[in-house]
T-cell receptor, first 110, second 112 residues
Framework: QKEVEQNSGPLSVPEGAIASLNCTYS??????FFWYRQYSGKSPELIMSIYSNGDKEDGRFTAQLNKASQYVSLLIRDSQPSDSATYLC??????????FGTGTRLTIIP | SQTIHQWPATLVQPVGSPLSLECTVE??????LYWYRQAAGRGLQLLFY??????ISSEVPQNLSASRPQDRQFILSSKKLLLSDSGFYLC???????????FGPGTRLLVL
């Protein structure tokens, strides 16, 4: 069974601090990984994709991929109250579909 | 640019009634299409996906069915709704060259 695991949280971070979200996956074959943000009552929104080992930065967001250790993380710098949401990690195991984690609920405390 | 539409946005249906939810994608051709359900406070459950017209893969056996009558149209149906069918139904399309996947706005279904 190919799986993606996330700590369900909730994770509380003070405003202005760095929020760190982690995800592990079960299959070394995975090549592509994605982070989605889902606000309460809304559909998930793609915020980052990462395909190779290392870091990928986009504004306040940095995705980190370590294929040897089979984990992917998302760092949010200078956290804002608007970052409060559930963050979903997803992996492409090469079987026509993405496998999603159950999500981590993040709360930014003003 | 690509857009994905779902309707209706919300739906309240009695137990035992039929269901038809529609999803259409604009601005792309031959996308992979997906139906997910999300129960309140829970993760995404993949229900069906399609890699082409008339091609449907079912992930979870249940009283729902899906059809893809046209390249950019995906329909989720039920002949008789159950209370447990309540949830947030999400359609998604996937850009195959990058593997990225995009969700529609969703349909919130309440079965009473």
């Amino acid at each position: 069974q190919k799986e993606v695991e996330q700590n369900s949280g909730p994770l509380s971070v003070p405003e202005g601090a760095i929020a760190s979200l982690n995800c592990t996956y079960s299959d070394r074959v995975s090549q592509s990984f994605f982070w989605y943000r889902q606000y309460s009552g809304k559909s998930p929104e793609l915020i980052m994709s990462i395909y190779s080992n290392g870091d990928k930065e986009d504004g306040r967001f940095t995705a980190q991929l370590n294929k040897a250790s089979q984990y992917v993380s998302l760092l949010i710098r200078d956290s804002q109250p608007s970052d409060s949401a559930t963050y979903l990690c997803a992996a492409d195991f090469g079987n026509e579909k993405l496998t999603f984690g159950t999500g981590t609920r993040l709360t930014i405390i003003p | 640019s690509q857009t994905i539409h779902q309707w209706p946005a919300t739906l309240v249906q009695p137990v035992g009634s039929p269901l038809s939810l529609e999803c259409t994608v604009e601005g792309t051709s031959n996308p992979n299409l997906y139906w997910y359900r999300q129960a309140a406070g829970r993760g995404l459950q993949l229900l069906f996906y399609s890699v082409g017209i008339g091609q449907i893969s079912s992930e979870v056996p249940q009283n729902l069915s899906a059809s893809r009558p046209q390249d950019r149209q995906f329909i989720l149906s039920s002949k008789k709704l159950l209370l447990s069918d309540s949830g947030f139904y999400l359609c998604a399309w996937r850009r195959l060259e990058l593997g990225t996947q995009y969700f529609g706005p969703g349909t919130r279904l309440l079965v009473l």
